[in-house]
């Protein structure tokens, strides 16, 4: 028997992806588990082509930011 889940991921948040690629492909290996993807704009007001992290968080925030992501992300055996 299959195992619904629904995901509301946005397509630009890093930790979604980190999620993505580690904890739902490990439920999808271990389980029968059937996806039922939602799409959710975590910030609806970003305009098209996106915004540069430093001018939401500013320079020193946004490098503190990208460290930790690596780190995290690696802890999950996410890597660029």
Same mark, same amino acid.
């Given at each position: 028997? /299959?195992?619904? &889940?629904?995901?509301y $991921?946005?397509?630009v948040? =890093?930790?979604?992806?980190?999620?993505e690629m /580690?904890?739902?492909r +490990?439920?999808? #290996? #271990?389980?029968?588990?059937?996806?039922?993807?939602?799409?959710?704009e975590?910030? =609806?007001?970003? =305009? =098209?082509g996106? +915004?540069?992290? %430093?001018? &939401?968080f500013?320079? #020193? +925030?946004?490098?503190a930011?990208?460290?930790?992501? $690596? +780190?995290? %992300?690696? #802890?999950f055996?996410? $890597?660029?």
């Amino acid at each position: 028997m /299959s195992l619904k &889940v629904t995901l509301y $991921t946005d397509i630009v948040c =890093p930790f979604c992806f980190i999620a993505e690629m /580690s904890s739902v492909r +490990r439920l999808q #290996e #271990e389980y029968d588990v059937e996806l039922d993807w939602r799409g959710f704009e975590l910030h =609806p007001d970003t =305009p =098209p082509g996106g +915004r540069r992290l %430093a001018d &939401v968080f500013g320079e #020193e +925030r946004t490098r503190a930011m990208r460290g930790y992501l $690596t +780190r995290f %992300a690696a #802890e999950f055996g996410v $890597t660029g």
